[in-house]
């Protein structure tokens, strides 16, 4: 009876596959739930992202933070950090989001209500 366990076999090779490629698109950012302490800096100030093109290296934090009282967001479309938008929280005065990158490539970022509000982090 070899069939049932080569069928089960081929499912779970494609189920790994799946997990894969997900898992890779995943690991290009990690949101963090504290800014470390090394994370780079990009303050939200005037409708606008202070450093609106950020190089790091991979596996740099950078940590939002809002200055004002107009909240503010970092917001990356479906695609470009992970399969799916990646939508942050909306920053009120003083409140911080941070995140890890993994991966050298450049993220291009928006404020979710202000879409001319522009940024991108280059991942070297
Ligand atoms: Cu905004």
């Given amino acids: 009876m070899p069939f049932p366990t080569k069928a089960r076999t081929l499912l779970a090779?494609?189920?790994?596959?799946?997990?894969?490629?997900?898992?890779?698109?995943?690991d290009k950012i990690e949101l963090l739930d504290a800014a470390p302490e090394d994370a780079l800096v990009v303050n939200i100030d005037k409708m606008k992202y202070?450093?609106?093109?950020?190089?790091?290296?991979?596996?740099?934090?950078?940590?939002?933070t809002n200055q004002e009282v107009m909240p503010h967001n970092v917001h990356f479309?479906?695609?470009?950090?992970?399969?799916?938008?990646?939508?942050?929280?909306?920053?009120?005065?003083d409140e911080s989001w941070s995140a890890r990158?993994?991966?050298?490539?450049?993220?291009?970022?928006?404020?979710?209500p202000h879409p001319f509000m522009r940024g991108k982090v280059v991942v070297e």
Avoid: R
């Avoid at 479309?77 to 799916?84: I, N, R, Y």
């Avoid at 991966?103 to 928006?110: A, L, N, Q, R, V």
């Fill in 77 to 93: 479309l479906a695609g470009v950090v992970a399969d799916e938008a990646v939508k942050g929280t909306m920053l009120k005065k």
């Fill in 13 to 26: 090779a494609v189920a790994m596959a799946l997990a894969t490629a997900s898992g890779a698109l995943a």
């Fill in 101 to 112: 990158f993994n991966e050298p490539g450049t993220y291009d970022y928006h404020c979710t």
């Fill in 50 to 64: 202070e450093t609106p093109e950020i190089t790091i290296k991979a596996g740099d934090a950078v940590t939002w």
